[in-house]
């Protein structure tokens, strides 16, 4: 079922809507009330293509309050977080911005997280990245590291424990 199926039967949630918005102006300075709707965020998302994501409305539903039909959609978890919305935004409205919160109200209130995610937090867990660094094959077909490229090693945390604890109590604090 689509967030606009969803969304028929939706009734605002202003609380909600509240905590997003002061979230928002906490973190960037950035007030979903300043869009108007021009859908240029909509136009340069990379999820909009492969996904169906339209940013331009999940600003809307958040202006109109509608706030659990997107919490309760896998539509949120299709966003690629590459602040492309934020970047072409005219009025400084970030999309990105407000699909994290979702995510984390989605998280905080114990919904099922897409498997994926899942994996992407145990490896950030057990080795401080999102996967291993990896070797890549060259255009003549050649394998190489980081290190063949002539690229920076990537620094991994020296002491896990103490890093997965800071860790923790960043998410805590953000939910
Ligand atoms: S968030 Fe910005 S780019 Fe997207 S529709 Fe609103 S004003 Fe336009
Ligand atoms: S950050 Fe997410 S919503 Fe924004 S353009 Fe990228 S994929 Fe689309």
Same mark, same amino acid.
């Given at each position: 079922m689509s967030i606009t199926d969803l969304t028929s039967m939706g009734e605002p949630q202003s609380e909600a809507r509240k905590y997003i918005n002061e979230r928002l102006l906490k973190l960037k300075n950035e007030i979903s009330d300043y869009c108007f709707q021009c859908a240029k965020c909509t136009s340069g998302c990379e999820a909009h293509k492969l996904l169906e994501l339209e940013p331009h409305k999940i600003v809307a539903l958040l202006k109109r309050g509608l706030i659990d039909e997107m919490v309760n /959609?896998? &539509?949120?978890?299709?966003?690629? /977080?590459?602040?492309k919305c934020r970047e072409r935004c005219p009025q400084k409205v970030a999309p990105v911005e407000i699909l994290f919160a979702l995510k984390n109200m989605a998280v905080a209130s114990g919904k099922q997280i897409p498997g994926n995610y899942t994996q992407l937090l145990q490896s950030v867990l057990s &080795?401080?990245?999102?996967q291993e660094v990896k070797t890549v094959t060259t255009r003549d077909n050649k394998t190489a590291d980081r290190n063949q490229l002539n690229l920076p090693e990537i620094s991994k945390p020296q002491d896990p424990m103490k890093f997965q604890t800071m860790l923790a109590k960043i998410a805590v604090e953000k939910l």
């Open positions: /959609s896998d &539509i949120i978890w299709t966003c690629m /977080s590459c602040f &080795i401080g990245l999102l």
